[in-house]
């Protein structure tokens, strides 16, 4: 089954951020808690057809979002993951040097 977004919605999918190798073992108090970074990496793997003030007409396209306002949607055992458009700080391109 399919998900379309409509009102000016994205659809997106999740990016895994890759780990860093650690060059050794690090000692941690127990009660540390790691600060999570509120932004997040996100490839679109859709968008409703009035999306058009940030022109994502490329699905692929990887954008950087606040997490927090991504809304999770399950429907019939599937998780979709959809973010109004205005909610995208911007698009991710690999730099050429």
């Known amino acids: ?4 977004p409509l009102n000016r919605h994205v659809l997106l999918l999740p990016v895994e ?3 860093p190798e650690s060059p050794g073992t690090i000692l941690l108090p127990d009660d540390y808690i790691k600060v999570k970074s ?3 990496v996100y ?3 859709g968008a409703a057809s009035d999306c ?8 692929g396209q990887e954008v ?7 809304e999770e949607i399950k429907v019939h055992g ?7 458009e205005n ?3 911007g698009v991710l391109t690999k730099s050429e040097d």
Do not use: A, D, Q, R
């Open 1 to 4: 089954m399919s998900f379309k």
């Open 17 to 19: 951020e890759e780990e």
């Open 38 to 40: 509120p932004y997040e």
């Open 43 to 45: 490839k679109i793997i």
């Open 52 to 59: 058009e003030k940030v022109g994502l007409e490329n699905t």
């Open 64 to 70: 950087v979002v606040n997490g927090s306002m991504v």
């Open 78 to 84: 599937s998780v979709h993951y959809l973010l109004l």
């Open 87 to 89: 909610y995208i700080y």
